[in-house]
């Protein structure tokens, strides 16, 4: 390994240019405000300088600190100054080109007197002159192009103008209407034939396996060409193949029109509006109004066309809004895109360019104007695109009004933009990215709310497969077989047949699994229908639950029976015939026409039983469904089922020790599954969905995330994780920068020999690479109290485990106590729980009453304030937050116990969930958030296959490394036959599955107890109900900006007395 690093490092090193490092600047002048925190100017400086040194940055600034608008003047700063020195260097370049007499006498000692001067010159420039002097060039070459391609735009809207003045006195009416005749025909003739498409169309075109290689199956790990070659080899082979198009990532194309890339930034966070929020920030600073920006969305945030919105909705409920699916809105516009779709089912805002300068929209199909007119719709939308900065709302209205698809629009528009705003699926998945044509090499990633990120990237490359999908691509590959079989090349033929032995091993292992082991006979012949088919009930007893199981991916390959075959070819053959969205096609358009004929065969009161099997082809079926007096068909999947099947092969190339299999039953939801931006929903949200019927499925785990995040790492300058709360650090190294990681051995040789370092607290040493900066909060010290609380009223310690949480007596304990936390904190106080079932089983519980005389807990608290519960249908939460507001606001801030206006509840209490919808992007600035109370501490289920997996691998990547650290430090000793004495105290405290497991809890907490405090002048109070919380080791995981206003409270009595006290110091300052 350590030649292939050298390797890889000479490499990169030979590659870059060389640069003179920037000097930090003082002050920061494009920043809106006056003058800024000093945390903030601490922030923008050590930005600039991480940026600078090419290091991977972890910057902690709490949430109302600035963060945002720090972010922006400390990395476009540097840019504008990188784009200076560049400039500088150039014109000295050129000064030294045309006065070489110096450069020629400092050389004369070592150079014959008779070498031309024009030699001599051409020696004195470095390659790194000349590669600037190439950028410089081609920057030039793209401001003259972007001219012409503005000056050809006005000679086409002044031709469009000549020719409908024309048009319009009548002198070329013939022209017009025959055009226009001629494309009526042209429609009529596809309309007709809509209903009834060729087989044709569905047939997949000719495939020749040997150009693997050039179509760049190497680039994915899977070039068979190469043989059974390490990883290592693969990676190494790979960045010699690609060394020279990569270093000239910015600078080469042989087209006139095509624009290189420039230097750039890429703004990551999670969701839109966060995106949103930033650039509103952006357009505070000076930078807002030169800089080029463009923000990059889903279909569902750019989408214009309102007949695929339209189809692609659905309600959840009656009274609930639309809701748009992100994957039938996708299929909606690619199906659009597909050859021979009728005109009138195209969409009109998608514009082909004739010329390859849009830098990637070739390809896209389904203009309906003139060629002339849809180049200047392309360039009129970049040219309004760049002119300002715009998010993705304005972005979508601009598209509106220029009738040009935003969608397709801002991607053309990336490679003039210096700064591009993205969501985080957009650039961590490496196959989204290559289809986005995104630069990375030596450009800055800026990734927000980054303590999303691991989760990010474990969700991102874990793939599901259930048996359903397994069963329903078998049969839809059988009939594609049958109904083209005699027209299909050999090549064609042997792909998809190995498609089907692989769906057939699939299905045998996993029905083998969920009947115990016995062998299936059914899944020997399976159905040929073309929907999903029931499994046929086994001829003995099984087990009602199989157990799960978990296997490594070389376990399950041979396991399955599918280790024999080249997943590297059936992947390249799924990704490039296209033959997954042909297979949907045909399957829909078999759909379709027996709808047709069924609903004609019930018109002559043909075949009226309740549930009957319709042919479709060659004695293959499909169900139908009666629902009263109609017919309808089973819907069809919203993605290719072979595309899922694709996915979860890919999977299978991961290494073997980086990711699991797990075999499971898993319930169907019967609500939402998708988030705002088209994410899986988090495990709060997934905790509020109804459970259905148990489905076998397949689950690829990712394990080890630091593999595909470590491509971005190596090609990007500088990558920074922000965030308000990114403690505990220790999962980012550990999980992310494992190899950034320096020999601890040669870096310490005295250190204990049994001692594995502990991250939280020597880990960024041996992290040379990582710049890590932290601030405390712009508010004062005074304005913010965080309270422990150990015991309840009634002297109940208040441990809050999944043993005793549920006891009747501490929840009422619980209760007690927050009656009287209630009645000390004014206005709206936010009380976290750790799941919704938790929650509901709490609020049941106060609703009882002890004695009819008595009062319940919850009807105490509403007599202090209003209550609110966070809803589990995300379409609702707007407005119960207005309501939370109206209510607060409703009421005089001050207001004195007992007067008029204070009488009867005062503010309100909102019940929320960690994790949901509350805990993460919601404001609960001022006067709406003056308390926040965390119930208990969220651990995650530790029953669960794959938390277990996940930590169990934690504790094999610990043990190995302490293995070879202690086998690096013996080989060190001067006597290595001196026995080794093993220290038991010096071990760590906590296995790293354990360290896990515990940062998983503590990250949703932080993340939680950060809505309160949102600005300098705001104060609160954070109440920690679990007496867990106040050990040592745990409140070194809180967020560093708590600092040291945590106070432990053995008994009650003393939170009651502190909370009075911090209030009414406040109070006393706002009345005077």
């Not at 396996?209 to 190469?226: I, L, P, Q, V």
């Not at 200047?376 to 993705?392: G, M, P």
């Not at 190596?714 to 980012?732: K, Y």
């Amino acid at each position: 390994m350590d030649l292939w690093d050298s390797l890889f490092d000479a490499d990169k090193q030979e590659s870059r240019p060389e640069e003179k490092p920037l000097s930090v600047p003082e002050s920061f002048p494009a920043f809106p405000y006056p003058t800024p925190y000093s945390i903030q100017t601490d922030f923008m400086k050590q930005l600039f300088q991480c940026i600078d040194q090419r290091k991977v940055g972890i910057f902690e600034s709490p949430t109302g600190t600035g963060k945002s608008l720090s972010m922006i003047c400390g990395a476009v700063s540097w840019l504008v100054e990188r784009e200076k020195a560049e400039q500088q260097q150039i014109e000295e370049d050129q000064k030294e080109q045309t006065n070489p007499q110096s450069s020629k006498n400092g050389s004369k000692s070592g150079t014959n007197d008779s070498t031309p001067d024009w030699v001599q010159q051409h020696r004195a420039l470095s390659d790194a002159a000349i590669e600037r002097q190439e950028r410089e060039q081609r920057r030039r070459e793209l401001e003259e192009r972007v001219e012409r391609i503005r000056i050809r735009e006005k000679k086409m809207r002044d031709n469009l103008a000549r020719k409908m003045k024309r048009q319009a006195q009548g002198l070329a009416p013939g022209s017009a209407f025959k055009l226009g005749a001629g494309q009526a025909k042209k429609k009529k003739g596809l309309d007709s034939d809509e209903e009834d498409a060729e087989d044709a169309e569905f047939l997949v075109d000719d495939y020749h396996s040997d150009e693997e290689n050039k179509r760049g199956g190497r680039t994915k790990g899977g070039d068979s060409a190469f043989g059974n070659v390490s990883k290592e080899v693969l990676e190494l082979l790979k960045s010699f193949d690609q060394k020279e198009s990569s270093h000239n990532a910015r600078g080469k194309f042989g087209i006139e029109d095509e624009e290189p890339d420039v230097l750039k930034i890429y703004y990551c966070s999670r969701t839109h509006s966060q995106l949103s929020q930033f650039v509103d920030e952006l357009r505070k600073t000076s930078y807002g109004e030169h800089l080029h920006v463009v923000s990059l969305g889903s279909r569902k945030s750019l989408c214009i066309n309102e007949k695929f919105r339209q189809k692609s909705s659905s309600k959840p409920n009656r009274s609930a809004d639309p809701v748009v699916s992100v994957n039938k809105l996708n299929d909606a516009c690619l199906d659009a895109q597909k050859s021979g779709t009728p005109s009138n089912q195209r969409c009109e805002f998608l514009h082909t360019p004739t010329t390859s300068y849009s830098g990637g929209a070739t390809g896209l199909s389904g203009s309906l104007l003139e060629a002339g007119e849809s180049d200047e719709k392309i360039l009129q939308f970049r040219d309004h695109a760049l002119a300002r900065v715009r998010d993705i709302e304005e972005l979508a209205e601009l598209g509106s009004e220029l009738e040009t698809c935003p969608y397709y629009g801002s991607r053309q528009t990336v490679r003039h933009c210096q700064l591009v705003t993205l969501p985080y699926n957009l650039l961590l998945h490496s196959s989204t990215r290559e289809s986005l044509k995104l630069v990375i090499k030596d450009n800055i990633l800026l990734l927000d709310e980054a303590h999303n990120l691991i989760n990010s990237l474990l969700q991102m490359h874990s793939v599901t497969l259930t048996l359903q999908q397994v069963i329903l691509a078998q049969d839809q590959l059988r009939v594609y077989l049958e109904r083209y079989e005699t027209r299909l090349s050999t090549v064609n033929e042997g792909y998809i047949r190995v498609l089907i032995r692989i769906l057939t091993c699939l299905q045998q292992f996993i029905t083998k699994w969920q009947t115990g082991g016995q062998e299936d006979n059914s899944s020997a012949k399976p159905s040929m229908t073309a929907g999903p088919t029931p499994l046929q009930p086994p001829s003995k007893p099984r087990p009602s639950r199989p157990a799960d199981r978990v296997m490594r991916v070389n376990e399950f390959l041979h396991d399955s029976g599918v280790d024999h075959i080249n997943l590297f070819k059936a992947h390249a053959y799924l990704e490039t015939s296209s033959v997954a969205r042909k297979l949907q096609g045909f399957h829909e358009s078999l759909q379709r026409k027996e709808a047709k004929r069924l609903a004609k065969e019930q018109e002559k009161n043909v075949g009226s039983t309740p549930r009957g099997r319709v042919e479709i082809h060659r004695g293959k079926s499909v169900a139908f469904q009666k629902t009263g007096a109609s017919l309808t068909a089973p819907s069809a999947p919203t993605t290719p089922v072979l595309l899922l099947v694709d996915a979860f092969l890919m999977s299978l190339l991961n290494a073997d020790n980086d990711g699991r299999i797990i075999l499971t039953l898993e319930e169907e939801a019967t609500s939402q599954t998708e988030s705002e931006d088209g994410s899986p929903l988090s495990t709060a949200e997934t905790d509020s969905r109804t459970p259905g019927a148990r489905k076998p499925v397949l689950k690829f785990m990712l394990l080890n995330p630091a593999n595909v995040f470590k491509p971005l790492v190596e090609e990007a300058r500088s990558v920074v994780l922000a965030g308000g709360t990114m403690e505990p650090v220790s999962d980012l190294l550990s999980h992310l920068f494992p190899y950034l990681k320096e020999d601890p051995a040669a870096a310490e040789p005295s250190q204990s020999l049994t001692a594995l370092p502990q991250p939280s607290t020597q880990a960024i040493s041996h992290y040379p690479r990582i710049h890590r900066f932290s601030c405390g909060h712009v508010i004062p010290r005074e304005n913010l109290m965080t309270i422990v609380m150990e015991k309840a009223p009634t002297g109940t310690a208040l441990e809050l485990n999944f043993a005793t949480r549920n006891l009747d007596q501490v929840m009422d304990s619980i209760g007690q106590s927050l009656v009287n936390v209630l009645n000390m904190i004014p206005d709206g106080v936010v009380v976290f729980f750790v799941s919704y079932s938790y929650m509901a089983q709490v609020l049941t519980r106060w609703g009882v009453k002890s004695g009819p005389t008595t009062t319940s807990i919850l009807e105490r608290i509403q007599a202090k304030k209003r209550v609110f519960v966070e809803p589990r249908e995300a379409t609702k939460a707007d407005k119960m937050l207005k309501e939370y507001q109206d209510c607060i606001l409703a009421h005089p801030e001050h207001a004195v116990a007992g007067s008029s206006v204070a009488s009867g509840p005062r503010g309100a209490v909102l019940f929320s969930v960690v994790g949901g919808k509350m805990s993460e992007g919601i404001n609960f600035s001022d006067r709406l958030g003056r308390g926040v109370v965390m119930v208990g501490m969220p651990f995650p289920n530790k029953g669960s296959a794959e938390l277990q997996e996940r930590m169990r691998y934690m504790d094999q990547v610990q043990e190995q490394e302490l293995l070879q650290l202690r086998q690096k430090k013996v080989n060190a000793l001067s006597t290595p036959s001196t026995p080794m004495t093993t220290n038991h105290a010096s071990l760590p405290r906590m296995t790293a599955g354990s360290e896990y497991y515990e940062n998983l809890c503590m990250r949703a907490v932080n993340q939680s107890i950060g809505r309160a405090i949102r600005h300098q002048g705001d104060y609160a109070v954070i109440v920690l109900m679990d007496r867990r919380y106040g050990t040592a080791r745990i409140r070194k995981k809180l967020p560093g900006w708590i600092g040291s206003s945590i106070e432990v409270c053995e008994q009650f009595g003393p939170v009651v007395g502190k909370l009075a006290a911090f209030f009414k110091t406040k109070r006393t300052l706002a009345l005077k």
